[in-house]
């Protein structure tokens, strides 16, 4: 069963990363999030979001040619 939304907490665990860096990608925007609570209280994750933003944030090796290593 896939949930359509995620915790923080919830979305550390699954990835392997510490809670409070999935809190500093919300914090800053970087993250889909929305809020369920008023206030900006309590975001959840919706489902896909991480992929999306590995698929953004993922720095993509150069490719060198020949006049590069001149």
Sequence with gaps: MTKFLETPKELAERVGLPVT???YLIRED???HIF???GQRNPKI???AWDRYIE???VKPKVKTASDTK
């Design 46 to 48: 919706p489902s896909g």
């Design 30 to 32: 970087m993250l889909e």
């Design 36 to 38: 369920t609570a008023p």
């Design 21 to 23: 860096n999935i809190r």
């Design 56 to 58: 953004r944030f993922t």
